[in-house]
């Protein structure tokens, strides 16, 4: 994840520098928390591949309270619960209360269309740091990938009963060939709807997301997307706006900031290269984790093709820090030792060789990643790499 606000504002003398384990160290992770599989709608780029059903052999209450108390013992202090839906659990506030109680912050990831006038209060007791609301376009392009009509205002109107009651809450939005020229527009509902928060999610091909990677955001427009980012950002630092936006599940998106830096801030450009080094690009396996709703761990939460052991077992800090997985310990690798152009590229220790799921997705789990979207030239291999574009028909 890269906390683009946070460096900026650093860089622009308002804020300290984000803090950044050494690159591939062991730690206790941010952890995101599947509780449930089942979701009310059924997403096209779904990594979990919910549905509205009941799924077997999920945590019950009195295990879920025990991950928690686990996670808490292992130095865990960062918990997102996630789905699914994690509205439709019954247990959700529960867990929640037990989690604040034990000091985590703890943030709810969700469509936002369960939040409503009877849910409301329930949700604003829970005292959540954070919660985030995804919004995948305007309201067509939403709901024909949420595939539910209406869920676009639904959702939306969520977002203002939390902002009613001062919940800090955040746009989450996957970037599609759909929903990029819409990226302005979205950018405006965070003024409308007084959202201070925006992530951007790169696409990643796992689950229903997998099977959706032509509606990816082709290299072009990822570039452009991640440039209006950037120039929003600044613009809101210099206007004393107090916004934070934030992107994942492409790494590549720190050289590009690094680049737009030497553009239009060359003067804290090196600074920046600095602290992008100290961040280390790609944390998957090390600060970042994912239990799923049976209790399996995964290196994050696009990685559910290969559990690293299961939290019914054994306990998590055996799990991630005493007794790690082989595939835990490669991940850790700094910088990993990848293939094709990620492996001669100039800013792997940066970048760390991006996310490894596409290329997993592409046949070879250390290959270069697909989703790059630099040049050759950019990465410093010379020549020019072509920037792809959408194939006919698609």
Same mark, same amino acid.
């Given at each position: 994840?890269?906390?683009?606000?946070?460096?900026?504002?650093?860089?622009?003398?308002?804020?300290?520098?984000?803090?950044?384990?050494?690159?591939?160290?062991?730690?206790?992770?941010?952890?995101?928390?599947?509780?449930?599989?089942?979701?009310?709608?059924?997403?096209?780029? %779904?990594?979990?591949?919910?549905?509205?059903?009941?799924?077997?052999?999920?945590?019950?209450?009195?295990?879920?309270?025990?991950?928690?108390?686990?996670? !808490?013992?292992?130095?865990?202090?960062?918990?997102?619960?996630?789905?699914?839906?994690?509205?439709?659990?019954?247990?959700?506030?529960?867990?929640?209360? !037990?989690?604040?109680?034990?000091?985590?912050?703890?943030?709810?990831?969700?469509?936002?269309? /369960?939040?409503?006038?009877?849910?409301?209060?329930?949700?604003?007791?829970?005292?959540?740091?954070?919660?985030?609301?995804?919004?995948?376009? /305007?309201?067509?392009?939403?709901?024909?990938?949420?595939?539910?009509?209406?869920?676009?205002?639904?959702?939306?109107?969520?977002?203002?009963? %939390?902002?009613?009651?001062?919940?800090?809450?955040?746009?989450?939005?996957?970037?599609?060939? !759909?929903?990029?020229?819409?990226?302005?527009?979205?950018?405006?509902?965070?003024?409308?709807?007084?959202?201070?928060?925006?992530?951007?999610?790169?696409?990643?091909? #796992?689950?229903?997301?997998?099977?959706?990677?032509? !509606?990816?955001?082709?290299?072009?427009? #990822?570039?452009?997307?991640?440039?209006?980012?950037?120039?929003?950002?600044?613009?809101?630092?210099?206007?004393?706006?107090?916004?934070?936006?934030?992107?994942?599940?492409?790494?590549?998106?720190?050289?590009?900031?690094?680049?737009?830096?030497?553009?239009?801030?060359?003067?804290?450009?090196?600074?920046?290269?600095?602290?992008?080094?100290?961040?280390?690009?790609?944390?998957?396996?090390?600060?970042?984790?994912?239990?799923?709703?049976?209790?399996?761990?995964?290196?994050?939460?696009?990685?559910?093709?290969? #559990?690293?052991?299961?939290?019914?077992?054994?306990?998590?800090?055996?799990?991630?820090?005493?007794?790690?997985?082989?595939?835990?310990?490669?991940?850790?690798?700094?910088?990993?030792?990848?293939?094709?152009?990620?492996? #001669?590229?100039?800013?792997?220790?940066?970048?760390?060789?991006?996310?490894?799921?596409?290329?997993?997705?592409?046949?070879?789990?250390?290959?270069?990643?697909?989703?790059?979207?630099?040049?050759?030239?950019?990465?410093?291999?010379?020549?020019?790499?072509?920037?792809?574009?959408?194939?006919?028909?698609?």
């Amino acid at each position: 994840m890269l906390r683009i606000s946070q460096y900026l504002r650093h860089l622009a003398g308002q804020a300290p520098a984000p803090r950044a384990a050494r690159p591939g160290s062991t730690r206790p992770p941010v952890v995101i928390w599947n509780l449930l599989r089942r979701c009310n709608l059924t997403c096209k780029h %779904c990594y979990a591949t919910s549905a509205d059903s009941v799924f077997r052999d999920e945590l019950d209450t009195a295990e879920a309270l025990r991950v928690i108390d686990d996670l !808490h013992a292992a130095g865990v202090r960062v918990l997102i619960l996630s789905g699914g839906e994690p509205m439709l659990r019954d247990d959700l506030f529960e867990l929640s209360d !037990h989690a604040r109680r034990l000091g985590f912050f703890v943030a709810l990831s969700t469509n936002g269309t /369960l939040i409503n006038e009877d849910t409301i209060e329930r949700v604003a007791a829970a005292h959540y740091d954070y919660v985030g609301i995804s919004i995948d376009g /305007l309201e067509q392009t939403h709901d024909e990938f949420r595939q539910l009509e209406g869920s676009f205002r639904t959702s939306m109107k969520a977002i203002r009963l %939390c902002r009613q009651r001062g919940i800090r809450v955040g746009l989450r939005t996957t970037l599609t060939r !759909h929903n990029f020229e819409q990226l302005p527009q979205l950018l405006g509902l965070m003024w409308q709807y007084d959202v201070n928060k925006f992530y951007l999610s790169h696409l990643n091909y #796992s689950g229903r997301g997998r099977r959706s990677r032509k !509606h990816d955001a082709y290299q072009r427009m #990822s570039r452009d997307a991640m440039w209006q980012i950037f120039d929003q950002a600044w613009r809101d630092i210099r206007e004393g706006r107090d916004t934070d936006f934030v992107s994942g599940n492409n790494d590549a998106d720190g050289v590009l900031l690094l680049q737009w830096a030497r553009q239009v801030i060359p003067a804290r450009a090196e600074q920046l290269e600095a602290l992008l080094r100290a961040w280390g690009g790609n944390a998957s396996g090390a600060g970042i984790a994912n239990i799923d709703n049976t209790g399996e761990v995964h290196p994050d939460t696009y990685w559910w093709q290969h #559990s690293v052991g299961n939290v019914r077992q054994r306990s998590f800090r055996d799990i991630w820090l005493d007794r790690p997985d082989p595939l835990l310990k490669q991940l850790r690798q700094h910088p990993r030792a990848v293939g094709g152009r990620c492996g #001669s590229c100039q800013w792997r220790a940066l970048c760390n060789g991006n996310t490894r799921t596409r290329a997993w997705a592409d046949g070879d789990l250390w290959a270069e990643d697909p989703g790059c979207y630099l040049s050759d030239q950019e990465i410093g291999l010379g020549g020019e790499r072509r920037i792809t574009t959408a194939p006919a028909g698609v």
